[in-house]
């Protein structure tokens, strides 16, 4: 599917469609290309003007005459457990928690594509379908985490974005083990957060409904004890 070119530790993806394959079909290319257009072409030459000039290291964007641009995301190895990988001595699967790794990709590779060839570096054999790419968002002391579509593109992400990584980081985990198990300690901690929120809104509400219905019941009381 694609080829992997290493640089620095930089893996460049190379994407070719292949009509055999279930994920790839010419239809859902065509359909790529349509959720694709977020930006106009004086956007994203705007745009990538802009990150450019935001980045510090060296890690720029290249834009290209037809509209399509080219750049750097960082992904973050956040697995669990030790995923079944070729035999080859000197290649370490993806066991090794908090590796980070640095992708040069094209704004038209899918969340899907950069997962398999994730995957295939590390010599990873189980399916592409056990492992999720999330984006982690930080606003203030709060930490957000959403697991992207197959069919997103993440390069477009880190444009809108900007370059600074404690903005918006990608982490790539497995979405096997289970909902909850898939976040970090600070992400659980935000979902309490807002569940106890949520909750005293809920009871503020409640009270608020019975003390109405209350009240109203006691002028109803009220009214009927009056002499006629």
């Known amino acids: 599917m694609e080829r992997l070119s290493s640089s620095w530790c930089m893996e460049e993806l190379r994407i070719k ?20 257009s977020y930006l106009s072409k004086e956007e994203i030459k705007e745009k990538v003007h802009k990150y450019n000039l935001a980045v510090t290291d060296k890690l720029k964007m290249t834009l290209n005459s ?7 995301i960082k ?5 669990c ?7 080859n001595p000197g290649k ?20 899907g594509e950069v997962i398999e060839a994730l995957l295939k ?9 056990k492992f999720a790419l999330y984006k982690r968002c930080h606003r203030e002391d709060q930490v957000y985490a ?23 980081s990608f982490v790539l985990r497995e979405h096997e083990i289970g909902e909850w198990e898939a976040f ?32 109203k019941l006691e002028e109803a009381l009220g009214e009927a004890w009056k002499p006629g």
């Open 184 to 215: 970090s300690l600070p992400e659980l901690q935000n979902f309490l957060r807002i569940l106890d929120k949520e909750e005293d809104e809920q009871l503020q509400n409640l009270k608020e409904r019975y003390a109405a219905y209350r009240h």
């Open 17 to 36: 469609t292949r009509p055999s394959s279930s994920h790839f079909k010419k239809v859902d290319v065509e359909k790529e290309k349509e959720t694709h």
């Open 121 to 129: 570096k590390f010599l990873v054999t189980e399916s592409p379908t």
């Open 81 to 87: 457990k030790p995923s079944q990988s070729s035999p």
């Open 66 to 72: 037809n509209g399509i641009y080219t750049g750097f």
């Open 92 to 111: 370490l699967a993806p066991s090794s928690n908090g590796y980070m790794n640095t992708l040069h990709i094209s704004s038209t590779n899918t969340v």
């Open 146 to 168: 959403c697991k992207l579509s197959d069919r997103e593109h993440p390069l477009y992400l880190r444009l809108v974005a900007g370059p600074r990584t404690d903005t918006l």
């Open 75 to 79: 992904v973050q190895m956040e697995l």
